[in-house]
């Protein structure tokens, strides 16, 4: 997955930061799904796992931004920790990817992904006990919104993540990690 | 799905249409400034105020700019009770079981959902007066000091661009696919969480493959151009601001300095 051109690793995550806009608006007529399914964490975490840890990061950024910009959402007041939430997560699975290499397409999807989910959630709890509700923010509450309310989210991102990447390997729309 | 929700761009001839979407997002963090310092009645006053005027001289519909709001009535109603009945406060009025609604409690609540909402619909006068693609060539020029930590600035903006230019098309393959499997049996209407879920996957798999062709074919074709990226790009002169602009930004930073001597009286 490392053999890929700048260009195309540009536009993969343009096409992801766009998704982040795009599957939002797919799951809103579920009640409270922005919580339960994050759907936003899919294209991050896939571009950071495809494209590398530059372009995995500027997708958890902008990817947001421009939809709280779009379409207000997420609202303005829950965007900061939700970035670096979905910085981490983007920054994180490609560094982890670049690392990880077990020579099984499987194990090395997995463990970036556990890996990167685990470091987003870590980096975002600290983020929003020191710095966006300082005083205020507890463990129990960080468990209850990272694990307990979205365990939907974790099961879905577990079971379509590597089942996207098989896909656009098969479609050759990325280059296999490894050669059979 | 195929429309856009609440914040989406409504194209116009106001005179806040035609400011520069520079000033329009420093204007924006000044009167942002403003809401996130009220504290008082004359302060939530004049910052409703202020917001009104902008909305009046805008022409905008009221219904796309207060969507938010109504959207999430339920969510500030919440907000509100949580305040009024659980805080630990002075000046109670009325005490059952947990529950206790105080006068404070009842003031923060008030000042949460007045803050929150009065951010909403600031947000949505922004993206509702201004076309995407303005708005990232603003957010290019306020990039440009990451250069100096080498950030190819230029590349991220010519990402951005090209997401926001995905965002319709990807919207109507969405859209395609989710009829598609509707015709096959998926069932997004249906009122148990774990059926409108399962009918989701489905529709997320062929979303992606189908926005990932796209990439590959609009990569081939800007590589067969020539397009390699990490280039500078000739160096294009920002356009001047005019003579509204700064009386935008001066309207602005007024409505923040009477704020700022409201807190302070």
């Known amino acids: 997955m490392t053999k890929m051109s700048y260009v195309k690793r540009s536009m993969i995550t343009a096409v992801c930061i766009a998704l982040c806009v795009v599957l939002p608006m797919a799951f809103h007529s579920i009640q409270n799904a922005g919580s339960i399914f994050s759907p936003m964490h899919i ?14 990061l500027l997708c958890g950024i902008a990817g947001p931004v421009l939809s709280s910009l779009l379409t207000s959402m997420p609202a303005m007041a829950y965007l900061p920790p939700m970035a670096v939430e979905l910085a981490v997560y983007g920054l994180a699975a490609g560094i982890m990817m670049q690392a990880v290499h077990t020579k099984k397409i499987y ?15 870590l980096v975002a709890g600290a983020a929003k006990a020191l ?7 507890s463990m129990a509450a ?14 879905i991102q577990l079971a379509l993540i590597p089942t996207i990447c098989f896909a656009l390997e098969k479609a050759r729309l990325i280059p296999a990690r490894y050669r059979n | ?119 909403l619909v600031l947000g949505n006068l922004l993206t509702c007066t201004t076309a995407p693609m303005e708005l990232m060539e603003a957010l290019k020029v306020f990039l440009r000091p990451l250069k100096l930590i080498r950030v190819p600035v230029d590349d991220v903006a010519m990402i951005l661009s090209v997401a926001v230019q995905f965002v319709p098309t990807l919207l109507e393959e969405a859209d395609t696919v989710k009829k598609a499997q509707i015709a096959r049996g998926a069932r997004f209407e249906s009122k148990k969480l774990t059926e409108k879920a399962a009918s989701f996957i489905p529709l ?26 990490k280039r500078k790009s000739p160096k294009r002169k920002s356009a001047c601001l005019q003579a509204p602009d700064i009386t935008a930004l001066a309207v602005c930073a007024a409505v923040f300095a009477v704020q700022f001597l409201l807190i302070h009286i």
């Open chain 1, 43 to 56: 294209p991050v975490l896939l571009c950071g796992l495809i494209c590398g840890w530059p372009f995995g």
């Open chain 1, 107 to 121: 194990a090395d999807l997995y463990l970036s992904l556990i890996a990167a989910m685990l470091a987003g959630r």
């Open chain 1, 131 to 137: 710095i966006f509700a300082p005083g205020s923010y």
């Open chain 1, 142 to 155: 960080w468990a209850g919104s990272y694990f307990v309310t979205c365990w939907p989210a974790i099961v």
């Open chain 2, 1 to 119: 799905m195929s429309r856009m929700p609440a914040g989406q761009y409504i194209p116009g001839r106001s005179p806040v249409h035609r400011l520069d979407a520079r000033i329009k997002i420093c204007g924006f963090l000044i009167l942002l400034a403003a809401v996130i310092g009220a504290g008082s009645w004359a302060g939530y006053l004049w910052v409703i105020l202020a917001l009104a005027a902008i909305l009046r001289i805008s022409g905008l519909p009221l219904r796309p700019v207060l969507e938010p709001f109504l959207r999430l009535w339920t969510f500030f109603l919440v907000i509100f009770l949580m305040n009024a009945l659980f805080f630990d406060g002075q000046g109670g009025i009325w005490s059952w079981w947990i529950f206790h609604l105080s006068a404070e409690g009842v003031r923060r609540g008030f000042s949460v959902v007045v803050h929150v909402a009065l951010a």
């Open chain 2, 204 to 229: 997320v798999v062929p979303v992606f493959i189908a926005a990932f062709r796209r990439a590959d074919e609009l990569a081939l074709a800007m590589e067969a151009r020539g397009y390699r990226g």
